[in-house]
Each structure stands twice: as C-alpha cells, then as structure tokens.
C-alpha cells in the first residue's frame, strides 16, 4: 500500500525553516535579479497605468507588454529558482555556466519554466481577453480556466527539481509522478506563511487607505507614483520572491519524497 505524502504544514514550515536559517544564502542568490525584478515590477506599474482606455480597461499594448514582462519575469527568476531547487535537494548551489554561457542543464530548466509559466499565462490570459471582446463567454470560462492553468503549471513544476539533479522524466511520467501532491504544495507555502500574508495584506490595505486620503481622489502626481512604488510595489515584490523560494522548498521535498516512494511510477527515467 503506497504511503501518504507527508503534511502541507510540516514541509511548509520545514521550507520556511531553511530560508531562515540560510538567510545568507538567499541574499546571494537573488542579489543579481533583484534589479532586474525592480525595474520589471516598475514597468508593470507604467503599464497599468498608460495602458488602458478612459474606462480602465486594458489595451492591447497591455497585452503585448504582459507576454514580454512574462517571458523577462522568466528569463530572471529561473535563476535563483534553480538554485534553490539545487541547494533543497542537494545541499549545494553550484552549476557550471551562467547568464550568458548557460550549461545544458541550466538551459534545459530555463526552457521547461518557461513552457510551464506559458501553459499558465495562455490559460489564465485567454478568459481576461474573451471578457474584453465577450464579456459573458468570458466570465464563463474565466474560473474554470484558470483553476485549470495554475493546477496544471503546479502538477508540472515536478520537471523542475528532476531537471536540477538531472532526470529526464515525460509528461506522462511526471503528471503522474504528482497525483495527490499538487494542493499539497500549493497549501505548503500558504500554511507556513499565512500570518506574513495576512500582515501584508494589512500593511498594503493601510498604505492605500493613506493614499487615497491624501489625494483626495485626484490622480497621483510622480512623487506619488513613487511613494506606492517605494512603499507597496517594492515590498510586495519581494515578498513575493521569498514566497516562492518557500514554494520551491516545498516543491523539492515534494519531489524527494516522490523518488523514495514513487519510483515504480517512473521506471528507469533517471
């Protein structure tokens, strides 16, 4: 009888623990994708901003520009992703190349990410646009292909620690390799990080509130912009990075668990 993966909470906070106790480390890896991530995070701000009719709603410049800040996003996150992956299962955040001089291993990863981020983004970006052009067909379908696009872009993010130590699983082999883990490592990072979501969640409602009371409604001048830049952007940015390294940690131990118990599901893919 196949053993049960183990609790959200205990990878969760076991994920958690290894980000404090390599604080460190987590500077060293994200330190050169930090600017990057920034001056991403800035444009997007732009692009909310300049990118919409008299109404609010999108144009399609918008769109452009979020399939060009998806594929950046990417190019810039697989860096400290796979590490982190790579230190989780192993210990060590050592791989051969780099930026610009990628290994094959390096670029087999980013390649992977990127399909996996892409599966999602098509998903989720279709719906946003049917309920621009179809606003009923649109909602219809904006829940169910969602759900479907984050469900299959996490059941397949198993590829990303096999590609770190080197397996070549399927699709059919890692989609399967995931069955009953996939809310699991979803839930993992939540339960271990809920009271840090819960108090940005606050922070960010009582720097809005200030703003809005301030401005009066009007529209915000550049100093503004940079004040919610500085003050709510920014923080949420990197939180959001340290979100997913928990979400990475949890995901490795995830996968280590699924090659300890799992490995009549794989064959000899390794």
């Known amino acids: 009888m196949e053993q049960n ?6 990878v969760g906070s076991a994920a958690l623990e290894d980000l404090r106790n390599n604080f460190g480390l987590v500077q060293q ?5 930090i600017p990057i991530l920034i001056v991403l995070g800035a444009a997007d701000a732009v692009a909310a901003k300049y990118f919409t009719d008299a109404s609010g709603h999108p144009e399609f410049g918008y769109y452009v520009f979020m399939i060009v800040y998806t594929l950046l996003t990417a190019w810039a996150s697989v860096h400290y992703v796979m590490r982190w992956h790579l230190f ?5 955040v050592e791989y051969k190349g780099g930026w610009l001089n990628p290994d094959t291993k390096y670029n087999s990863f980013f390649y992977k990410t990127l399909i996996i981020q892409a599966i999602v983004f098509a998903t989720i970006m279709l719906p946003v646009f049917l309920m621009v052009v179809a606003p009923v067909i649109g909602l219809m379908v904006f ?7 984050v469900y299959s872009g996490c059941r397949l993010s198993f590829i990303l620690p096999a590609t770190v130590l080197g397996h070549t699983p399927t699709i059919p082999q ?5 069955r009953g883990m996939v809310g699991k490592t979803i839930w993992a ?3 271990a990080t809920w009271k840090y979501i819960v108090a940005m969640f606050v922070y960010l409602f009582i720097i809005g509130f200030f703003v809005g009371f301030t401005s009066n409604g009007e529209p915000l001048s550049l100093i503004g912009d940079i004040f919610i830049f500085l003050f709510t952007t920014l923080p949420a940015l990197l939180a959001g990075i340290l979100f997913c390294l928990v979400y990475v940690g949890g995901l490795s131990r995830y996968y280590q ?3 300890e118990n799992r490995t009549d599901a794989y064959g000899d893919y390794k």
């Open 189 to 191: 990072p939540i339960a």
């Open 143 to 149: 829940i169910p292909l969602v759900f479907a696009g």
């Open 29 to 33: 890896i994200t330190f050169p994708v």
């Open 257 to 259: 668990w699924g090659l």
């Open 174 to 178: 890692i989609w399967d390799f995931a």
């Open 88 to 92: 989780s299962l192993t210990g060590s």
């Open 5 to 10: 993966p183990p609790k959200a909470s205990e």
